[in-house]
C-alpha cells in the first residue's frame, strides 16, 4: 500500500477520533518505545534530466508554478544527463521527506535502485515525458504520444518530396534517432520508420550512408554537437562532390540544429527537409528561415497540467483514469491508456497528450494565435508557456 499524505492524515484524525469517542480503546503499553516521529511534509520532488534542452526549464518552471499554487513545497533538481547524479538527488529528496516524487529520467532504466526506496517508503512516483523501467514504485506515466510525433516528422518528409506520387525518382536521406536510454527516442524512431520504411524498402528513398537502426542512428544525450560531427562525417563519406540530402529526419530541435550546422558548413544553402521536435526558440527562427522544415509542438503547460492533476489525484488516494480527463475538461487533447506500458516489472497506466506539426504556414495559427507563443515586430516567435 502507497504512502499517501492524505491518507495519513485521515489515519491521524481516525486515531484521535477514537481515543475520544470513549469506545473500547486498548491499554497502552507502558514500556513500548515511542514510535519514531514521521514528519507529514508538503514536499513534490520535480528531477528534470538536464538544462541542454530548452524545454525542460520551462517544464520544471510549470510544474512548480502548478505545485506552489496548490500549496505544496517544492524542490526541482536537474541532472547534467548523469544517472548518478539523478539517482543521488532523488534519494536526498526521500530524505528530505517527499510526499512524491515527479521524474523524467536521464536513463529510463538507471533508477531502479533509488525507486525502489520511494517504494519502501510508499511514495508516489510518476514519470514525467520519459518513461521509467524495472520498478514497481511507478504509478503513472504522463507524456505525449510519441510515436505520433515521429509519424508528423515522416509525414512532412513524405507530403514535402511528394514520395506517394513520386513516379521513378529517387530522393536522399539521413536518419537521426534520439538517445536509446529514453523509450521516447525508440517511440519516435518507431513511429516515423512505421511512415518511411515503405520507401526504403522500394528504394525511392535512398540512404547513402547504410545508417537506419536505432543503435546506428542515435544521437547520445540528443546532443547538438555530436549531431552536428556526425552528419558532418557523414557528408564527407558519403556526399563527396553530390547535392546535399534531400530528407534528414532528426528526432528533436536540438538533433535539428546540429544537422542544420553540418548542411551549412557544407553547403552553404540547401533545400534539404530537416525536422524537429519541441518547438525551441532558435528552430522556430530557423523555421521562419528555411533552415529547418519542421518541428512537433508539445505544449509543456498542457502536459505539466495533466501531470499536476493527475498528482493530486494520486495523493487522494484515488486510481486516476480517463474519468480524471473528462472531469479536468482541458481545452487540449488527453487520452488515457489504461493497459499502460511494461516496464519489466508491471504495466504503468499512462496518459498521453497530441502532438502538433509546425511548419512556417502554421506558426502564427497554431502557436501565436493559441497563446503558446509571441511574435513581435521582426517577426521573432518566443514561446511564453
Ligand atoms: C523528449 C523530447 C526532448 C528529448 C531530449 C525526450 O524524452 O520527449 O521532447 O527533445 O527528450 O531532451
Known sequence: MKYR?????????????????????????????????????????????????????????????????????????????????????????????????????????????VLDIADEKDIPVVAYDRFLMGSDAVDYYVSYDNEAVGRLQAQCIVDKLGLEDAEGRHFTLEIFSGDISDLNAESVYKGAMSVLDNYIDSGVLQIPSGRRSPEDTMIKNWDADTARNSLQGILSAYYEGKDAPDAVLCPNDTVASGAVAALENTYGSFDTIVTGQDADEENLAMIKDGRQTMTVYKSSRNEAAAAYELCISVLNDQKPDEKMIEAAGWDFECYYNGEGYDNGRKDVPAFLLRPVSINSDNIESELVEKGHAEMDDSGNVRTVE
Request: charged letters at 30%; aromatic letters at 4%.
Open 5 to 113: 499524505m492524505i491518507s495519513i492524515l485521515c489515519a491521524v484524525s481516525a486515531a484521535a477520533v477514537c481515543a475520544c469517542s470513549g469506545g473500547e480503546i486498548e491499554p497502552i503499553e507502558e514500556n513500548r518505545p515511542p514510535e519514531p516521529e514521521r514528519s507529514v511534509t508538503r514536499l513534490v520532488g520535480i528531477s528534470m534530466p538536464n538544462r541542454a534542452q530548452e524545454r525542460w526549464e520551462r517544464d520544471a518552471g510549470l510544474l512548480e508554478e502548478n505545485f506552489r499554487k496548490g500549496g505544496f513545497d517544492v524542490k526541482v533538481e536537474y541532472s547534467s544527463d548523469d544517472p548518478a547524479i539523478q539517482s543521488e538527488s532523488l534519494r536526498s529528496m526521500i530524505d528530505e521527506g517527499a510526499i512524491m516524487l515527479v521524474i523524467s529520467a536521464v536513463d529510463m532504466d538507471s533508477l531502479s535502485e
